[in-house]
């Protein structure tokens, strides 16, 4: 008999340490910071755009473009990415003249991506380069020389901020570029502008 209970309290013994092992496995299982999230490679943003420019060349008879566009990127690294850009603006009554003008620029480079104090916040510097397309009677009517308008250079350095609301989607706070492109004036063929955007980004 006694050895009956003595076997008992040994088996008890054995699936008590045992029960206790499996829940210490199960709460550091459960504690266990969970893997994070895999990031994500490529981005599609659309944004209003503001540009700031002038004509006639040599003097500043400055003008306002509005319109907006889309910008591309493809992570290579955690801090640098391939980035592609088209923006669309337009102006109406330009100087006393009341000419038009709608510029259109199609450019692609790489965007740098520095580390922010805070993980939500996320900015950025670019360089790109491609092509700047105008029409309206600005250069149709005012400078018939412009025999380039149809595809001239451009060139767009500058950066801007970005905050992740979600994993999926952040909101582009600000960017702001040197914008230049080389349409043909009659004069120094040099237009240099200032693009302010914003918009929202969408994380794939």
Known sequence: MRSRIRLSFALLAIAAVSLARSTAAAQQNTNATPPPPAPTRAELAVDYSFVHSNAPPGSC?????????????????????L??????????????????LTLSTYTGGARYLP??????????????????????????GR?????????????????????????????RLIEADYLVTTIDNGDNDHQNNLRISAGVAFHF
Not at 63 to 72: D, E, I, T, V, Y
Not at 83 to 100: K, L, Q, R
Not at 117 to 139: I, M, R, T
Not at 155 to 163: M, Q, S, T, Y
């Open 61 to 81: 008879t400055c003008f306002s473009l509005n319109g907006g566009g889309a910008s591309f990127a493809w992570s290579l690294t955690p801090h640098f990415a």
């Open 83 to 100: 980035a592609g850009d088209v923006d669309v603006t337009h102006s109406a009554g330009i100087s006393s003249g009341g000419y038009s």
């Open 115 to 140: 580390l922010a104090g805070h993980k939500s916040l996320q900015p950025f510097g670019q360089v790109l380069a491609g092509v700047a397309h105008a029409s309206g009677s600005l250069v149709e």
């Open 143 to 171: 400078t018939p020389a412009t025999s380039n308008a149809g595809a001239a250079f451009a060139a767009i350095v500058g950066g801007g901020l970005d905050i992740r609301l979600k994993r999926r989607f952040s909101l």
